[in-house]
T-cell receptor, first 115, second 114 residues
Framework: EAQVTQNPRYLITVTGKKLTVTCSQNMNHEYMSWYRQDPGLGLRQIYYSMNVEVTDKGDVPEGYKVSRKEKRNFPLILESPSPNQTSLYFC??????????????FGPGTRLTVL | AQSVTQLGSHVSVSEGALVLLRCNYSSSVPPYLFWYVQYPNQGLQLLLKYTSAATLVKGINGFEAEFKKSETSFHLTKPSAHMSDAAEYFCAVSRMEYGNKLVFGAGTILRVKS
């Protein structure tokens, strides 16, 4: 089954404790992206990757890191989480298109609480 | 910069009534437009997308949307609401200059009353 998986689905942590949220897709997509969802703000892009070893900042990258060592995986790293990073996080993937317009496939989400 | 405005953070309709969720975009160039749905505790699922092939786009679950360039709108409709349509709906745009990036509206929560 074609899908995007994320782990963990739920995470409660404390300020400053490094964490990683994993994301994996089995559709051989070049493009992967991380979004955060906050009430009243919709989804905002954190980081994206156009292909292996190619990553770039989205609209709200502060406090986050990513890596793309393999095509299928795109982990999100919070080196020193803070309470303002409490949010619902989504990973997404799609075929790459310089013109846009491709459907993005979303993972089930990771609900993160930073105390 | 492009932006997406969804009018109404909450919409409530009776079962069997027309569903109308509004989306306006700001762009001097017609973008690609999408509607996604998010059911409770799930990820986003594509309902439909506009890519300039036809102004009236039909999607899954009986939803459709009409692209109106003169009004810069892409409203989502369904003739008859079902209880299972209760969810949050997001309008999103992408443009060539931004590659695959999606810019989302704030979302509209649809409530269906029995």
């Amino acid at each position: 089954e074609a899908q995007v998986t994320q782990n963990p689905r739920y995470l409660i942590t404390v300020t400053g404790k490094k964490l990683t949220v994993t994301c994996s897709q089995n559709m051989n997509h070049e493009y992967m992206s991380w979004y955060r969802q906050d009430p009243g703000l919709g989804l905002r892009q954190i980081y994206y990757s156009m292909n292996v070893e190619v990553t770039d900042k989205g609209d709200v990258p502060e406090g986050y890191k990513v890596s793309r060592k393999e095509k299928r995986n795109f982990p999100l790293i919070l080196e020193s989480p803070s309470p303002n990073q409490t949010s619902l996080y989504f990973c997404a993937s799609s075929l790459r298109s310089l013109a846009g317009g491709n459907e993005q496939f979303f993972g089930p989400g990771t609900r993160l609480t930073v105390l | 910069a492009q932006s997406v405005t969804q009018l109404g953070s909450h919409v409530s309709v009776s079962e069997g009534a027309l569903v109308l969720l509004r989306c306006n975009y700001s762009s001097s160039v017609p973008p690609y437009l999408f509607w996604y749905v998010q059911y409770p505790n799930q990820g986003l699922q594509l309902l439909l997308k506009y890519t300039s092939a036809a102004t009236l786009v039909k999607g899954i679950n009986g939803f459709e949307a009409e692209f109106k360039k003169s009004e810069t709108s892409f409203h989502l409709t369904k003739p008859s609401a079902h209880m299972s349509d209760a969810a949050e709906y997001f309008c999103a745009v992408s443009r060539m200059e931004y590659g695959n990036k999606l810019v989302f509206g704030a979302g509209t929560i649809l409530r269906v009353k029995s």
